[in-house]
């Protein structure tokens, strides 16, 4: 059974951004035994990260990848709709973040892009921090993340960090072999200095069922005006409205029977575009044959395009999680080489 191909509200939306200047370019890096390093660009106009990755799998041998069904807690409790409709309402509240510097003339790049895979010692001792703090490894990393370039890019007043979590929307068998776009997203509104415990509490409350179908809904209806409406609803955004970037999770793979397959990935790595200075960091997470990747991706309205600075918040992100580990962290691979004591 092969991935199916078909045009989407999302891709629309993408289509849209990328008249004002923004991008939706994203790259999958695959590593193989042999040493070989597979560098693959998509665009989100064409696909989701999900998407990306059934393309990609199809050119590898020795086991089989399929995307996951929807699977987001909820039920019909009038407190889980109440709190689903809050937290979408609240998501289309305008927001302002107040950066040390943010260059809106900036034009776009998507080179400034670093990431880590952490070997499998290091992937279990960070998975053991998270269990010992009674959190999960979304929660460590968004709150090693989010510390990171509060420090780097915001200024001393800015308070509270809103981010945007994108949900895997696939509903049904054919839909997890659809290539297209499939997710919805919820935000999270998070203090600059929230330790785990505590975004971890607020990752439980704004993931909701209902909040991620009502922006999913709104998502397919918005997809129904024509080009320009939608470049004008995009362009006023872009005058209003600046979050911190997305924080996405593709999940945990694992696959024994291709454990000594040269065709087959020992580790990859994905990040999210962080096409549009509303939106100017893109963290992509993804853990892969036993090792985690950590990417991350900045609009050049924050780095004047020197790639350097990208490298540099990744690094003292990895310290981060390093001093919750209480241990040296090592690599399987990265975009530059670096030691993290």
């Not at 790259?27 to 042999?34: D, L």
């Amino acid at each position: 059974m092969g991935v199916h191909v078909t045009h989407d509200s999302l891709g629309k939306i993408f289509r849209v951004e990328k008249r004002l200047g923004h991008g939706d370019e994203f790259e999958i890096i695959s590593h193989f035994s042999t040493g070989k390093v597979q560098i693959s660009s998509f665009h989100h106009e064409d696909c989701d990260g999900l998407g990306a990755l059934l393309i990609e799998s199809a050119q590898w041998a020795g086991a089989t990848f399929s995307a996951p069904l929807f699977r987001v807690p909820g039920d019909a409790h009038p407190r889980s709709l109440i709190r689903g409709i809050t937290g979408f309402l609240d998501d289309f509240l305008p927001s302002k973040t107040l950066w040390k510097n943010l260059d809106l003339a900036a034009e776009y790049t998507p080179k400034n892009l670093a990431w880590r895979i952490l070997d499998e010692d290091s992937t279990g001792a960070l998975l053991k921090c998270a269990r010992t703090k009674k959190v999960s490894l979304n929660s460590l990393l968004l709150s090693a993340v989010n510390s990171a370039v509060a420090h780097e890019f915001l200024r001393d007043e800015q308070i509270f960090c809103r981010w945007l979590i994108p949900v895997n929307m696939r509903m049904t068998p054919e839909e997890v072999l659809s290539t297209a776009n499939h997710t919805s997203s919820v935000g999270m509104k998070i203090r600059r200095s929230d330790s785990p415990e505590t975004i971890e509490r607020i990752f439980r409350i704004s993931l909701n069922k209902w909040r991620v179908l009502f922006a999913n809904k709104l998502a397919n209806l918005v997809s129904l005006l024509t080009e320009e409406q939608l470049f004008q609803l995009a362009k006023k955004r872009g005058e209003s409205n600046f979050w911190m970037g997305s924080f996405s999770n593709l999940g945990h793979w694992s696959f024994p029977e291709a454990l000594e397959n040269e065709r087959w990935p020992l580790a990859i790595s994905i990040a999210p575009p962080a096409g549009t200075p509303c939106f100017p960091v893109g963290v992509g997470v993804v853990t892969w044959q036993g090792r985690l990747s950590i990417s991350l991706r900045l609009h050049s309205a924050l780095t004047s395009g020197d790639k350097v600075i990208t490298e540099s918040v990744l690094n003292s992100m990895c310290d981060i999680l390093s001093r919750c580990m209480n241990s040296k962290m090592s690599f399987f691979a990265s975009s530059e080489p670096q030691e993290i004591v």
